[in-house]
């Protein structure tokens, strides 16, 4: 796949593009980056980008002609070209899926107080943000995408199924996970996944996800996911307070979604419980 980004700071890209995983993609040939700067595009001698605002106002903003001119200068395919963009659709899995079956994706990395709306308007550029705050400029949030769909590039995550475990992708966040030791300071990995049951540690990771959504996003949740978190408050009440915590899921304690009995057992506080 190949990247184009339009940025005033090419150097932003060199050092994060060259480690973790989306080195490795880069090393084998399935990605590749190429950044081009709107200061190659202007006509004076200090290759100024930006103006003040019409109408006034605090900062100053990217020009429309080197903007436009720096996209018409890619050769070939440019794929789907984006702004990044408080004000944008937000990006999220189902997005990063489709920009991944593009064969090129271009990335336009404002400055300043921002772009002139006739460069978006005259592209025909989608603008997309990365969250509701905002940065320094596009260029940590084109990271965010450039790193999110480089993994679901084919060939690129090591394990085929990987990218599908991750948070999100079916749009519940991740079952948290363990490694060794099986004992740390008194807290235990979930007796579960020691079992050795690969169809119960893939049920109860599913019921863990759930419940994990539940308790920090619960704005994720559908109706096709009522049922089977039914299932998984019914699971967690049978668990003492202390193998709750185990299973990291303190958040639900602390919000009060789950109360201590007065044996130690956990119970699930349901609309309207005091």
């Avoid at 202007?42 to 429309?64: A, E, I, L, N």
């Avoid at 480089?150 to 948070?167: F, I, N």
Wanted: net charge negative; charged share 25%.
């Amino acid at each position: 796949m190949k990247f184009h980004v339009v940025t005033i700071f090419p150097e932003f890209f060199e050092s994060p593009m060259k480690v973790g995983v989306v080195g490795q993609a880069m090393q084998k040939g399935l990605i590749s980056l190429n950044a081009f700067s709107p200061r190659a595009f202007t006509d004076d001698v200090h290759q100024t980008v930006d103006d003040r605002p019409f109408g006034g106002g605090d900062g100053m903003v990217m020009k429309v002609d080197p903007l436009l001119k720096s996209v018409s200068s890619i050769s070939g395919r440019k794929g789907p070209l984006l702004v990044m963009s408080p004000g944008g659709r937000p990006f999220d899995t189902k997005l990063t899926k489709e920009l991944a079956l593009q064969p090129d994706l271009t990335i336009v990395c404002g400055r300043y107080a921002g772009i002139d709306q006739r460069f978006v308007d005259m592209s025909g550029a989608v603008e997309v943000s990365v969250g509701d705050y905002v940065v320094s400029g596009g260029e940590p949030a084109a990271l965010c995408v450039l790193d999110a769909v480089t993994r679901l590039v084919p060939g690129v995550l090591g394990h085929p199924d990987s990218a599908e475990q991750d948070s999100f992708f079916e749009g519940l966040l991740e079952s948290p996970t363990y490694t060794r030791p099986q004992e740390y300071q008194g807290r235990r990995v979930p007796d579960f996944l020691l079992s050795g049951d690969h169809s119960k540690i893939e049920n109860k990771r599913y019921w863990m996800s759930l419940l994990r959504t539940a308790g920090i996003r619960p704005d994720l949740l559908t109706e096709q996911h009522h049922s089977a978190l039914t299932e998984a408050k019914d699971w967690l009440a049978t668990l003492s307070v202390d193998e709750v915590r185990g299973l990291g899921l303190e958040n639900l304690l602390e919000r009060n979604e789950i109360k201590a009995g007065a044996d130690g057992s956990s119970r699930v506080q349901e609309n309207g419980d005091s």
